[in-house]
């Protein structure tokens, strides 16, 4: 059993950055591909970033791609989202979330279904 919490959200301006950091307990987060996902409201939760076990895959919501820097370190056990530029379109509670892997250190999800355990979310505002 992983638990998974999240911090540094906040309240930014348009165009400022943020950087959430996701601190895993209960497991070796390495054999975890980890993911962010956002949900804001009214909307379904959506992908915004993942990364694979080893750290040497990532991938980004296209909105978010040259914006957003996904990493991890497996020593500390916590993945972060360093948010760059960040938009009004970005507000949204963020959620960290662990895949456990099995077979694959290249391999992370896109789907919420994938991912085992998730955090209780930090909430991000971006002010216009």
């Known amino acids: 059993q992983v638990h998974l919490v999240e911090s540094g959200g906040g309240l930014v301006q348009d165009g400022g950055s943020l950087r959430l950091s996701c601190a895993a307990s209960?497991?070796?987060?390495?054999?975890?591909?980890m993911g962010w996902f956002r949900q804001a409201p009214g909307k379904a939760r959506e992908f915004v970033a993942g990364?694979?076990?080893?750290?040497?895959?990532?991938g980004y919501l296209r909105s978010v791609k040259d914006r957003f820097t996904i990493s991890r370190d497996n020593v500390k056990n916590t993945v972060s989202l360093q948010m760059n530029s960040l938009k009004p379109e970005d507000t949204a509670v963020y959620y960290c979330?662990?895949?456990?892997?099995?077979?694959?250190?290249?391999?992370?999800?896109?789907?919420?279904?994938?991912?085992?355990?998730w955090g209780q979310g930090t909430q991000v505002t971006v002010s216009s």
């Open positions: 979330a662990a895949d456990k892997q099995f077979y694959s250190t290249t391999y992370f999800g896109r789907m919420n279904r994938e991912y085992d355990y």
């Open positions: 990364i694979s076990t080893s750290g040497g895959n990532a």
């Open positions: 209960g497991g070796t987060v390495s054999n975890y591909a």
